[in-house]
């Protein structure tokens, strides 16, 4: 079957910038073919000049990730005949949200850097001596799909708060961060998590929800994200907005069975900036949409609710003790 | 249609008060569709991602607590929320595939004497459209097509992601809401913000650059022709509507995008007046938008 694919071309020669064009090919496509497979056979035999990154072929290097019909994926991955028929067209680009040094070729240094600053490495109380440290199968599972990560970028690449702040930490490193903080046997726990509740860290994430529809390995980075979070408000992490935000909400829920609005940013932002949306406040009035204290009846039936927050946190006691034991 | 549609209404905290006309406007198109919505009166709060933030355990109890009313009123959950949508679906997909899961979420549910027995589906008004109500009957339904109006589709993330757990429309190339939008009479227009986020959840945190992400969806579809927008979350209505104003200061430019919620894009096609549908409510006007397409 023939099939006409079309290529994100782009050489800065060293002048950092260039308009990139698409080009396309028309190349034979055979069952079983991926979009890594029909790259080679474009450089191969129609355009040597054609660069893209690629190694094993086995969705293990994590080399190879590029934008497949505007979305991150593995070429090696990704099977060319089920995507056309899927989409009637392959359009193969750089990844987004990063620099692109030639064709679908990006600068992943900003990608390392980010993965830099979560020091990824476990911080032991002694140095590995000959002895054993045995984990328990449960407490790995905590972090495996973590672990999993083989750096690809395809999570960096759609991530939508790193397509407005460059610098923001991104899904990546926050994965990685959780390794290491759901790790028992990390002992700089609180130290990393008040690094990562800084600005354009853990809290930024904007939930978009595309670095764990695109991860190619199940890594699940919101997931990992959403742990951490959960792990820094546990250990009285929570001089932040991120924190008091979610603490807010948790206590409304309990409070009344529903978001209380002016309970919640009053809590978040604090008095002072409180006071700074008073001027958005009176422009939302004016269409009725002011956030007030909540005046509606908490939810039939809240006692239910209070009970479920005691148990849930009378459960997470008991198995505090049973782990330390 | 054969059978009548009924569902357990789960409108969500947000079109409840602050954009409370999503709820009002949904209620009246229902009525006039012939779609019955039942109250869900114990019903809490999904948590909004924000409980899972605090802990997965309750998140899951509390979800469970939602579903095991809809279980006793024998009918599937139908909200006007995407981010309720997303939270419950995720929460359901996980106690659904994990029977330990539920059976260790149903010990904590039962100091409050309660079971959920892992058998709800959970709808976005969306798809109860799109598919359950059905496009052809929907139709049917329309008296005053929304011609002239180039409507940029805004699905929101939590109605297309994470996509295994909601199960039904293509992340990628999504449709829903596009042929609810052409059933109606009116063009859509394919823009890069289509499926992409509108900053909200970060408002409260990171406001500049919510504001900013608000800000260049709504340039985007602007750019590419559209002269009004629609969502179906109540969320991305706030940023995109309430935040337009901070954006286009931020950005330096004048938008001027009026966004409707779902329901008053349907209740418009049906006949219903700018009023009874609560227009005034937003803060960028549709007046002139529709004066001009000659809808009011």
Redesign the interface.
């Known amino acids: 079957m023939k099939i006409k694919i079309k290529i994100s071309r782009c050489d800065p020669m060293g002048k950092g910038w260039c308009e990139p064009f698409l080009q396309a090919y028309d190349i034979e496509a055979k069952e079983g073919m991926t979009i890594l497979d029909a790259l080679h056979l474009v450089k191969d035999v129609q355009d040597g000049t054609l660069a893209f990154r690629r190694s094993c072929r086995s969705a293990i290097c994590g080399s190879c990730a590029v934008n497949i019909?505007?979305?991150p994926k593995l070429a090696c991955k990704t099977h060319l005949i089920a995507e056309y028929k899927k989409?009637k067209e392959i359009i193969i680009e750089p990844l987004s949200n990063h620099r692109v040094i030639k064709d679908l070729v990006v600068d992943f240094n900003t990608f390392w850097e980010k993965i830099n600053k979560v020091e990824p490495w476990l911080n032991r109380k002694t140095a590995i001596s000959g002895q054993r440290s045995a984990v328990s199968k449960q407490t790995v599972l905590k972090i495996n799909n973590s672990s999993k990560c083989i750096m690809c970028g395809c999570c960096n690449g759609a991530c939508?708060?790193l397509?407005?702040?460059k610098r923001?930490i991104a899904p990546a490193a926050l994965a990685k961060a959780w390794r290491f903080v759901g790790d028992v046997r990390e002992v700089d726990k609180k130290k990393r998590l008040e690094k990562l509740s800084e600005?354009h860290g853990m809290?930024?994430?904007?939930?978009?929800?595309?670095c764990?529809?695109y991860c190619p390995k199940d890594v699940a980075p919101l997931q990992a994200i959403?742990?951490l979070?959960?792990e820094a408000?546990n250990q009285g992490v929570i001089d932040n907005?991120?924190a008091k935000?979610?603490?807010s909400?948790?206590d409304?829920?309990k409070r009344v069975?529903?978001?209380d609005?002016a309970a919640?940013?009053f809590k978040?932002?604090g008095f002072l900036r409180s006071i700074g949306m008073i001027p958005?406040g009176f422009?939302?009035e004016m269409?009725?949409?002011m956030?007030?204290p909540l005046i509606?009846p908490q939810?039939?039936?809240i006692?239910?609710?209070k009970?479920?927050?005691?148990?849930?946190k009378k459960?997470?006691k008991q198995a505090e003790v049973k782990v330390e034991k | 249609m054969s059978k009548t549609l009924k569902y357990a209404y789960y409108p969500g905290c947000a079109s409840q008060a602050i954009t409370k006309e999503a709820n009002s406007t949904t209620l009246k198109v229902a009525k006039a569709l012939g779609i019955e919505l039942y109250d869900m009166p114990k019903a809490n709060c999904c948590g909004a991602g924000l409980v899972t933030d605090y802990d997965y355990d309750l998140s899951l109890a509390l979800n469970s607590r939602i579903f095991a009313q809809a279980e006793e009123m024998g009918m599937d959950i139908m909200t006007i929320c995407s981010t309720c949508l997303m939270v419950m679906s995720t929460a359901n997909r996980d106690l659904q595939n994990d029977t330990e899961l539920l059976k260790r979420t149903n010990e904590v549910l039962a100091c409050a004497d309660i079971r959920y027995n892992g058998t709800v589906k959970i709808k976005q008004l969306l798809w109860v459209l799109a598919e359950d109500y059905g496009l052809d009957n929907l139709k049917k339904k329309v008296v005053k097509p929304l011609k002239n109006l180039k409507i940029a589709p805004f699905y929101g993330c939590h109605s297309l992601r994470p996509s295994d757990a909601l199960g039904f429309d293509d992340p990628e190339r999504p449709w829903s809401l596009d042929a609810v939008i052409t059933t109606l009479g009116a063009e859509t227009v394919e823009y890069d913000g289509k499926t992409k986020c509108c900053g909200f959840q970060m408002d409260l945190i990171t406001e500049d650059t919510a504001v900013e992400m608000t800000g260049k969806r709504l340039l985007d579809a602007k750019n590419e022709g559209g002269n009004c927008m629609v969502t179906p979350c109540p969320f991305c209505h706030i940023n995109l509507d309430n935040y337009q104003g901070m954006a286009e200061k931020k950005l330096n430019l004048k938008i001027g995008m009026p966004v409707f919620h779902l329901a008053q894009l349907v209740g418009l096609a049906i006949g219903m007046t700018a009023e009874e549908l609560e227009l005034s409510r937003h803060l960028v006007s549709a007046r002139d938008v529709l004066k001009e397409s000659l809808i009011v």
């Open positions: 019909n505007g979305f989409r939508n708060t397509e407005i702040d923001f600005a809290w930024d994430c904007v939930r978009c929800v595309n764990t529809q959403e742990r979070r959960a408000i907005h991120g935000h979610v603490e909400m948790v409304s829920v069975g529903r978001l609005e919640m940013t978040t932002l958005f422009r939302m269409h009725g949409k956030p007030m509606f939810i039939e039936k006692e239910e609710v009970k479920i927050y005691e148990e849930v459960r997470k």
